[in-house]
């Protein structure tokens, strides 16, 4: 890629296989995966290791203490938040090379009050059955990092 690659953010994951899943993404695009503290296990972790399988030489990774320490270091023009809690659709967003593709933990989602406070940044992957709370961290990462790669590289 010639222009600047684009960021996930993983805002204190806990399941390790899940963040190996998105290094590995990270690694196959040559995006820059950022871990914001406290995180739900050790970056040791044999789980972690696998889902990324050997491919974590190719990753570029930035750790932060906190998520108030991350976005004091970021142009909040370059911010996107998924949650299942908004109605905007992530289809709807236009992404740039560079900008932050944020996802919550887990178990929680994003914090309420970053929501509330970044709400016209805030977009959601639809579902059709209601029944399901979220998808898989993993699977969500994907589907918006490719959207942004497609707005930006659509004949490659």
């Known amino acids: 890629m010639t222009s600047p690659p684009f960021n996930i953010v993983l805002v204190e994951p806990e399941i390790p296989p899940n963040t190996g899943t998105i290094a590995r993404l990270c690694g196959a695009t040559d995006s820059v995966l950022h871990l914001v503290h406290p995180l739900g296990f050790s970056t040791d972790d044999k789980y972690l290791k ?3 399988l050997d491919y974590w030489k ?4 930035v750790y932060w203490d ?8 970021q142009d909040e023009g370059q911010l996107h938040f998924f949650t ?12 740039q090379p560079g900008d932050f593709l944020i996802f919550g933990k887990e178990t929680k989602g994003l914090p309420k009050e970053i929501i509330n406070l970044y709400h016209d940044r805030c977009c959601t992957i639809p579902m059709t059955n209601a029944n399901i709370r979220s998808l898989n961290l993993g699977v969500s990462a994907g589907i918006v990092l490719y959207e942004a790669l497609r707005q930006n590289h659509p004949t490659d």
């Open 50 to 52: 696998r889902a990324g």
């Open 58 to 61: 190719f990753v570029n990774i």
């Open 66 to 73: 906190s998520f108030d320490a991350f976005l004091e270091a």
């Open 84 to 95: 299942t809690k908004v109605k905007q659709l992530y289809t709807a967003r236009t992404f």
